[in-house]
């Protein structure tokens, strides 16, 4: 028994093993839902600092594994899936900054082509991490001839393949399919798609478990070779600086008039205006801000590049300001929508880049932008969680449409999911008789009704969701009020609430 245990790789490997037994006793016929990801990840974490309990990096590893797993729990606090993307890439960023520290680089000090190979790294280590793993584990009692141990390696390599295309070849031919479930119990489809998971998840944790105490050798920082004179620098900068200033002037132009003034000016109604070249503004700031990040590489005389990219900052700064003016100009004239609160977080992230560049770079510390722009992104990310979007969507355009600013559009909030019954409801009294009987059908249908579609998240904890459980208990607790804006459509299922088994037909109106 000390043998299985007593090195590094073979430590990694039954944990790994552990790890992917776990994996698919928890997800097998359900998924990496939200409280399989957090426990799963959570046991990656404890497993990756055990092993690297004496290595340097350990402190490193639990505080990104930290913040991976707060991530992953607060995706059980909302449903809508542009929170899960936010998360995932908080996961991802944190992943990333544990294979830089076991690199030998720190958070602080890494530049942007070794954090670019840090998330790089990420997938790679994930799938090709294992092979390191598996040329290292040594057999005891070892075999006499060396042949023996190559092979019994080419088993654990080839057992994943051979288990995909055995389910592959299943699923394409009856026939196949039908010799598979003669054989005994062990080789049955379904206990192929056990092994087949575990065999995944397990060998994706031994990829990323290797990282735990595996040191890698430090990528150097690439410099460019490059380098543009005084002539050069001046005459590129001064160029930008004459077009970008040109059309920073015409943006604040726009900034200081009301949407009178600019629909003389540009000939367009004020929505035609905030809907026209708001994503190209967007993309303006971040090419340009890539782009003074390349140059300030590629400039020799730094003083004289400083002062050109200060004065493109502020015009980007202009640029982003009137992007921000279009966004208010749209929200008053359509209101909020989930690709609106991205935008605005988009908007957010660019321009506090864009300070932390000038606070940088530009003052000659760019050891600190990257790291900094990656912990704004985090600060983004995390804060588009709590603000809770669609519930906020929700909140705006019904108070919106409670002073008569605009129609409400009771489909697209209700298609916002869990996130948005809370308010729906809190706002369902004030709300028009037409519009509580619309909301009235489509929550009870989708909340209570037998066919509930959402029945699925309430019935087994590996789909728990805290917002799916909070939509569920509102929408019981109001039942009666939402009956009597239902009962308007005259249809007899809807009569009681024991009524509730049947879903309404389509194309019901309500009176």
Same mark, same amino acid.
């Given at each position: 028994?000390?043998?299985?245990?007593?090195?590094?790789?073979?430590?990694?490997?039954?944990?790994?093993?552990?790890?992917?037994?776990?994996?698919?006793?928890?997800?097998?016929?359900?998924?990496?839902?939200?409280?399989?990801?957090?426990?799963?990840?959570?046991?990656?974490?404890?497993?990756?600092?055990?092993?690297?309990?004496?290595?340097?990096?350990?402190?490193?590893? =639990?505080?990104?594994?930290?913040?991976?797993?707060?991530?992953?729990?607060?995706?059980?606090?909302?449903?809508?899936?542009?929170?899960?993307?936010?998360?995932?890439?908080?996961?991802?960023?944190?992943?990333?900054?544990?294979?830089?520290?076991?690199?030998?680089?720190?958070?602080?000090?890494?530049?942007?082509?070794?954090?670019?190979?840090?998330?790089?790294?990420?997938?790679?280590?994930?799938?090709?991490?294992?092979?390191?793993?598996?040329?290292?584990?040594?057999?005891?009692?070892?075999?006499?001839?060396?042949?023996?141990?190559?092979?019994?390696?080419?088993?654990?390599?080839?057992?994943?393949?051979?288990?995909?295309?055995?389910?592959?070849?299943?699923?394409?031919?009856?026939?196949? #399919?039908?010799?598979?479930?003669?054989?005994?119990?062990?080789?049955?489809?379904?206990?192929?798609?056990? =092994?087949?998971?575990?065999?995944?998840?397990?060998?994706?944790?031994?990829?990323?478990?290797?990282?735990?105490?595996?040191?890698?050798?430090?990528?150097?920082?690439?410099?460019?070779?490059?380098?543009?004179?005084?002539?050069?620098?001046?005459?590129?900068?001064?160029?930008?600086?004459?077009?970008?200033?040109?059309?920073?002037?015409?943006?604040?132009?726009?900034?200081?008039?009301?949407?009178?003034?600019?629909?003389?000016?540009?000939?367009?109604?004020?929505?035609?205006?905030?809907?026209?070249?708001?994503?190209?503004?967007?993309?303006?700031?971040?090419?340009?801000?890539?782009?003074?990040?390349?140059?300030?590489?590629?400039?020799?005389?730094?003083?004289?590049?400083?002062?050109?990219?200060?004065?493109?900052?502020?015009?980007?700064?202009?640029?982003?300001?009137?992007?921000?003016?279009?966004?208010?100009? *749209?929200?008053?004239?359509?209101?909020?929508?989930?690709?609106?609160?991205?935008?605005?977080?988009?908007?957010?992230?660019?321009?506090?880049?864009?300070?932390?560049?000038?606070?940088?770079?530009?003052?000659?510390?760019?050891?600190?932008?990257?790291?900094?722009?990656?912990?704004?992104?985090?600060?983004?990310?995390?804060?588009?969680?709590? =603000?809770?979007?669609?519930?906020?969507?929700?909140?705006?355009?019904?108070?919106?449409?409670?002073?008569?600013?605009?129609?409400?559009?009771?489909?697209?909030?209700?298609?916002?999911?869990?996130?948005?019954?809370?308010?729906?409801?809190? *706002?369902?009294?004030?709300?028009?008789?037409?519009?509580?009987?619309?909301?009235?059908?489509?929550?009870?249908?989708?909340?209570?009704?037998?066919?509930?579609?959402?029945?699925?998240?309430?019935?087994?904890?590996?789909?728990?969701?805290?917002?799916?459980?909070?939509?569920?208990?509102?929408?019981?607790?109001?039942?009666?009020? =939402?009956?009597?804006?239902?009962?308007?459509?005259?249809?007899?299922?809807?009569?009681?609430?024991?009524?509730?088994? #049947?879903?309404?037909?389509?194309?019901?109106?309500?009176?």
């Amino acid at each position: 028994m000390p043998n299985l245990f007593n090195s590094p790789p073979r430590q990694t490997f039954w944990l790994a093993l552990l790890l992917g037994l776990l994996g698919d006793q928890l997800s097998f016929g359900v998924g990496f839902t939200g409280p399989v990801v957090l426990i799963w990840l959570g046991s990656l974490v404890l497993c990756a600092g055990w092993l690297a309990r004496n290595a340097r990096w350990l402190r490193s590893l =639990l505080l990104w594994g930290a913040i991976a797993v707060l991530a992953a729990g607060l995706r059980l606090w909302l449903a809508f899936p542009v929170v899960d993307v936010a998360l995932f890439l908080v996961i991802g960023t944190a992943a990333a900054q544990i294979l830089l520290r076991t690199a030998g680089l720190g958070y602080l000090q890494a530049d942007l082509y070794q954090q670019l190979l840090a998330f790089v790294r990420v997938p790679l280590q994930a799938l090709l991490g294992s092979f390191f793993i598996l040329g290292r584990l040594a057999f005891k009692p070892a075999p006499a001839h060396p042949a023996v141990t190559g092979a019994l390696r080419g088993v654990l390599l080839a057992s994943p393949l051979l288990l995909v295309f055995s389910l592959l070849f299943a699923t394409a031919d009856v026939t196949f #399919e039908n010799y598979l479930s003669q054989l005994p119990g062990l080789f049955s489809l379904t206990t192929l798609q056990h =092994l087949l998971l575990v065999l995944v998840l397990g060998w994706l944790a031994l990829g990323l478990l290797a990282a735990a105490w595996q040191a890698r050798t430090t990528h150097p920082s690439r410099t460019l070779t490059v380098k543009l004179g005084n002539a050069e620098t001046l005459m590129m900068m001064g160029l930008l600086a004459l077009l970008f200033l040109a059309f920073a002037g015409l943006q604040l132009s726009h900034l200081l008039h009301d949407g009178a003034g600019i629909a003389q000016t540009t000939g367009l109604t004020i929505a035609e205006y905030a809907r026209h070249g708001f994503f190209q503004l967007l993309f303006i700031a971040a090419l340009a801000l890539a782009m003074l990040l390349l140059l300030s590489g590629c400039c020799s005389n730094q003083r004289l590049f400083a002062g050109f990219a200060g004065l493109l900052l502020v015009c980007v700064l202009i640029v982003l300001a009137s992007a921000v003016q279009r966004m208010l100009f *749209y929200l008053d004239s359509f209101g909020l929508s989930i690709d609106r609160v991205i935008a605005s977080m988009v908007m957010l992230w660019l321009c506090g880049s864009l300070l932390l560049f000038a606070a940088t770079v530009l003052r000659n510390r760019p050891a600190g932008f990257v790291s900094s722009v990656i912990t704004l992104g985090i600060g983004v990310c995390f804060g588009l969680t709590l =603000l809770n979007p669609a519930a906020l969507v929700t909140r705006v355009n019904i108070e919106r449409s409670l002073r008569q600013q605009q129609a409400l559009d009771a489909d697209y909030l209700f298609k916002l999911g869990a996130d948005a019954v809370p308010d729906l409801l809190a *706002y369902f009294p004030q709300l028009p008789s037409t519009t509580q009987c619309e909301l009235g059908m489509a929550l009870l249908a989708n909340w209570v009704g037998s066919n509930n579609s959402n029945a699925l998240h309430l019935q087994d904890w590996r789909h728990w969701n805290r917002a799916y459980h909070l939509a569920q208990s509102l929408v019981q607790a109001n039942s009666q009020q =939402l009956l009597v804006a239902a009962q308007r459509t005259g249809n007899r299922y809807y009569s009681s609430i024991g009524n509730l088994t #049947e879903l309404a037909p389509g194309g019901l109106k309500c009176q």
